[in-house]
């Protein structure tokens, strides 16, 4: 079974400081991964994802995130906080034959001006 | 393009009371549709997705149902509300059972039951 965990339900950083949100899975066959924000009162919008290829991905709004099969991590980065990245942010896979998200609890990020 | 429209953006309803929540997509034929609950605090948690038509699959036991009677019509029902009904509910479409298809998430109803 897959399974999702967030490390830290609330992170607290500086405006301009670096913003790091922590997702690991259990599976025993690499899952495709995700990253969704949602902003208050919003759905969830698509950040980056990882299915094959490059390890480093690309998300929007500066944010980035590496998979790490050895540590079955897929860590969220960004180098420089800004004020309008305060949101929950939401790890997210799916097996690679499967149809079905599994979902972590979120982690609520604020910026500290 | 594809949207997806969610309504209503917010409900306040009595303890005992019917739901009806409805979902649309536009731009796309035959989507997958998946409605999530996310309760205060807690992540999200798939409730039903469907693959067609009539066609529904349920993730866990609960006070609700959920019907697709249109290709792109998702509606997410309860003939009597519980208070642990309360929670932000968000529907979602992908196009093809594909693992790396993205979902697509409307902008969501918060229900009070109170």
């Known amino acids: 079974a897959q399974s999702v965990t967030q490390l830290g339900s609330h992170v607290s950083v500086s405006e301009g400081a670096l913003v790091l949100l922590r997702c690991n899975y259990s599976?025993?066959?690499?899952?495709?991964l995700f990253w969704y924000v949602q902003y208050p009162n919003q759905g969830l919008q698509l950040l980056l994802k990882?299915?094959?290829?490059?390890?480093l991905v690309k998300g929007i709004n500066g944010f980035e995130a590496e998979f790490k099969k050895s540590e079955t991590s897929f860590h969220l980065t960004k180098p420089s906080a800004h004020m309008s990245d305060a949101a929950e942010y939401f790890c997210a896979v799916i097996p690679p034959t499967g149809n079905q998200f599994y979902f972590g609890t979120g982690t609520s990020l604020t910026v500290i001006p | 393009s594809q949207t997806i429209h969610q309504w209503p953006a917010t409900l306040v309803q009595p303890v005992g009371s019917p739901l009806s929540l409805e979902c649309t997509v536009e731009?796309?034929?035959?989507?997958?549709l998946y409605w999530y609950r996310q309760a205060a605090g807690r992540g999200l948690q798939l409730l039903f997705y469907?693959?067609?038509?009539?066609?529904i699959s349920s993730e866990v036991p609960q006070n609700l149902s959920a019907s697709r009677p249109q290709d792109r019509q998702f509606i997410l029902s309860s003939k009597k509300l519980l208070l642990s009904d309360s929670g932000f509910y968000l529907c979602a479409w992908s196009v093809g059972l594909a693992a790396k298809n993205i979902q697509y998430f409307g902008a969501g109803t918060r229900l009070s039951v109170l």
């Open positions: 469907s693959v067609g038509i009539g066609q």
């Open positions: 990882y299915t094959t290829g490059a390890t």
């Open positions: 599976s025993s066959v690499p899952p495709y």
């Open positions: 731009g796309t034929s035959n989507p997958n």
